[in-house]
Nanobody, 111 residues
Framework: QVQLVDSGGGWVQAGGPLRSSCTSL????????MGWYRQPPGMQRELVAL???????TSVDSLRGRFTISRDETNNTVRLQMISLKPGDAGVYYC?????WGRGTLVTVSS
């Protein structure tokens, strides 16, 4: 199937922004739903947001207003813009496009 290449994340002081992106390869293969999950340290993986080709999304209530997911269909790419990050947002963020997962990107938030 397709391969997912994710990048971004990093280190930021609390209150700052980070962004991540994920591209499904090969680009010519259509992908309908893509999104992000995250796994905080010592906790289970949880949904962050999903986006469909038409633009409809599924997201966690507590993240709305701080996390924004967008999609570039021509490039099979989804982006996650994160602002006002909190220490509780730290963890490994995984790109997802059924049935594939990205390798994960680390988000570290310092208080």
């Amino acid at each position: 199937q397709v391969q997912l290449v994710d990048s971004g994340g990093g280190w930021v002081q609390a209150g700052g922004p980070l962004r991540s992106s994920c591209t499904s390869l090969p680009v010519g293969v259509p992908i309908y739903t893509m999104g992000w999950y995250r796994q905080p340290p010592g906790m289970q993986r949880e949904l962050v947001a999903l986006i469909r080709p038409g633009g409809s999304t599924t997201s966690v209530d507590s993240l709305r207003g701080r996390f924004t997911i967008s999609r570039d269909e021509t490039n099979n790419t989804v982006r996650l813009q994160m602002i006002s990050l909190k220490p509780g947002d730290a963890g490994v963020y995984y790109c997802f496009a059924n049935p594939s997962w990205g390798r994960g990107t680390l988000v570290t938030v310092s208080s």
